[in-house]
Antibody
């Protein structure tokens, strides 16, 4: 059974960097069959896919156009986890952030982390 | 503004059958399968239907999914009080190098 455990701060100041980590159990971040995604949910409830990383003989990273200039998703094979960094945050980045496993169904989700951007 | 369009709310009485629609386009639902997620307050979305009409183990057969063209539907038969939740559709979007798109969510109330 795949389990995803998120960690990271719940409060970030404007213009700073949001950093979250998703630890994987029951699967490998290097698995050839999986993709590792970050998704956020705004206070109004809408879901937005932010990006993903996956391994297919080499590492790939794909990002949503809306955050492409500010986002980095990295795998950490030594700890079997992956991370999200979102730079230059504003209050509009306030949301619940989720990690999730793909590719076909986003069948496994982390517990979610409420990140508030405020001074 | 979500890429996939869902009604914001739906309701039914216990035992009734309720359907929730999800409208997309040729570059998402029209080409790819649809997933449905159920979200209870304060929890992460949980997969309910994948590959348009497949149920993960543990999901009752009261839940079913279908697709026609660029629209999909989730049907819940024999409605129960514990079905009260938010429901989201999701599909892979082929444009812009590919990405997941979601519906805005439908809040189901069991009267």
């Amino acid at each position: 059974q795949v389990q995803l455990q998120q960690s990271g701060p719940g409060l970030v100041k404007p213009s700073q960097t949001l950093s979250l980590t998703c630890a994987i159990s029951g699967d490998s971040v290097s698995s050839n069959g999986a993709t590792w995604n970050w998704i956020r949910q705004s206070p109004s409830g809408g879901l937005e896919w932010l990006g993903r990383t996956y391994y297919r003989s080499k590492w790939y990273r794909h990002y949503a156009v809306s955050v492409k200039s500010r986002i980095t998703i990295n795998p950490d094979t030594s700890k079997n986890q992956f991370s999200l960094q979102l730079n230059s945050v504003t209050p509009e980045d306030t949301a619940v952030y989720y990690c999730a496993r793909g590719p076909g169904s986003l069948g496994y989700w982390g517990q979610g982390t409420l990140v508030t951007v405020s001074s | 503004q979500s890429v996939l369009t869902q009604p914001p709310s739906a309701s039914g009485t216990p035992g009734q059958r309720v359907t929730i629609s999800c409208s997309g386009s040729s570059s998402n639902i029209g080409r790819n399968t649809v997933n449905w997620h159920m979200q209870l307050p304060g929890t992460a979305p949980k997969i309910l239907i994948y590959s348009t009409d497949q149920r993960p183990s543990g999901v009752p057969d009261r839940f079913s999914g279908s697709k026609s063209g660029t629209s999909a539907s989730l049907a819940i038969s024999g409605l129960q009080s514990e079905d009260e939740a938010d429901y989201y559709c999701a599909a892979w979007e082929d444009s812009l190098n590919g990405h997941w798109v979601f519906g805005g969510g439908t809040k189901l109330t069991v009267l």
